[in-house]
C-alpha cells in the first residue's frame, strides 16, 4: 500500500503563491503518475496536474501558465508551485499517486489539504 502526506495549504490573497509537497511512503517502487486534484465547493474532483516518473505533465487547462509540478523521484515526492491564485482556485486539493501499468490501474490518495484564496 502507498501512503501519502501532503503540506502546504493554507490562506493566500489573490495573486499570492502557495507550494504544495506530498511525500510518498510504502510501496513507493511501484508508483508510475503522481499528480494533484481539487475539489470545490459544490465541484466535482478534478485533475490539477500529473507528472509521470519520466517528467511527462499534463495541466488543466484553468491552471497552464500559473502552476508547475515538479516531482523528486529520489525522495519520493510531488510538488504544485501555485501562483497568481485566485479565487476560484480554492478548494481541497488531493494529491495522487497511480500505478498504470496495471489492468485495472491503481489509484492512491491522499488525506487532502485545504487552500483558501481571498478576493
Known amino acids: 500500500q502507498v501512503q501519502l502526506v501532503e503540506s502546504g495549504g493554507g490562506l493566500v490573497q489573490s495573486g499570492g503563491s502557495l507550494r504544495l509537497s506530498c511525500a510518498a511512503s510504502?510501496?513507493?517502487?511501484?508508483?508510475?503518475?503522481m499528480g494533484w486534484y481539487r475539489q470545490g465547493p459544490g465541484k466535482q474532483r478534478e485533475l490539477v496536474a500529473s507528472i509521470s516518473r519520466f517528467g511527462r505533465i499534463k495541466y488543466a487547462g484553468s491552471v497552464k501558465g500559473r502552476f508547475t509540478i515538479s516531482r523528486d523521484n529520489d525522495k519520493n515526492t510531488v510538488y504544485l508551485q501555485m501562483n497568481s491564485l485566485k479565487p476560484e482556485d480554492t478548494a481541497v486539493y488531493y494529491c495522487?499517486?497511480?500505478?498504470?501499468?496495471?489492468?485495472?490501474?491503481?489509484?492512491?490518495w491522499g488525506q487532502g489539504t485545504q487552500v483558501t484564496v481571498s478576493s
Open positions: 495522487n499517486a497511480a500505478i498504470v501499468t496495471h489492468v485495472p490501474p491503481y489509484d492512491y
Open positions: 510504502g510501496s513507493i517502487f511501484s508508483i508510475d503518475d
